[in-house]
């Protein structure tokens, strides 16, 4: 069975989804089975997306009129249509740059496989550019990661207060501005240091 979606970015009408209805009839999709949204492509929340793929069988095929009605973004549309291939539903492409898409032939299959290498690609230029960002931050002597809650001073005055038995926990980390539960993450009630307090004062 074939089962289209259709998409237009605005929900005020300026914008129709006529065209696209047609031509996915055209391409044998009965009406009762096509799926719309009226909704930025940005969206996670896309109900109409949701159950067109809720309604999709073992053997089906989604068809839609442009690559860029599907997905929110490489990621995403490779994401999507992996998971359709799992799931043995094919994915046709009607128009546009990704026409040339139909899963469910070998030559679509290929052409499909070269955008998930592109994909991974991606995905790894930006593990590697983060590890450099990363690598450059530390040798001009910033760190990346979690920012911590106290600073050097702060974790040297709470190991000082709590070694005093008079100290209230609860009333020094209001006083510092943390929860309780934050405070004792860096010092313990002997005022000794902590995971968070030895990593601070490592910095």
Request: one cysteine or more.
């Amino acid at each position: 069975m074939l089962i289209g979606y259709g998409r237009v970015s605005k929900a005020d009408d300026s914008q129709v989804l006529d065209l696209q209805i047609d031509a996915l009839i055209n391409a044998g999709v009965q009406k009762e089975n096509i799926y719309t949204d009226k909704i930025s492509g940005v969206k996670d929340d896309r109900p109409g997306l949701e159950h067109c793929l809720k309604a999709l069988r073992k053997g089906d095929t989604l068809v839609v009129w442009k690559l860029d009605r599907l997905g929110r973004n490489l990621k995403h549309l490779i994401s999507t249509i992996d998971d359709l291939n799992k799931k043995e539903i094919g994915f046709k492409v009607l128009t546009g740059e990704g026409a040339s898409i139909d899963t469910t032939t070998p030559a679509g299959k290929m052409i499909f496989s070269i955008f998930g290498a592109f994909a991974e690609f991606e995905r790894e230029l930006i593990r590697e550019r983060t590890i450099a960002g990363l690598k450059a931050a530390r040798a001009r002597g910033r760190k990346g990661g979690r920012k911590f809650q106290l600073s050097k001073a702060q974790v040297r005055l709470a190991q000082v207060a709590m070694k005093n038995r008079d100290t209230s926990a609860t009333e020094l980390a209001v006083e510092l501005g943390v929860t309780r539960a934050t405070l004792y993450r860096y010092v313990g009630p002997n005022g000794e240091l902590r995971e968070f307090g030895e990593k601070v004062l490592k910095f």
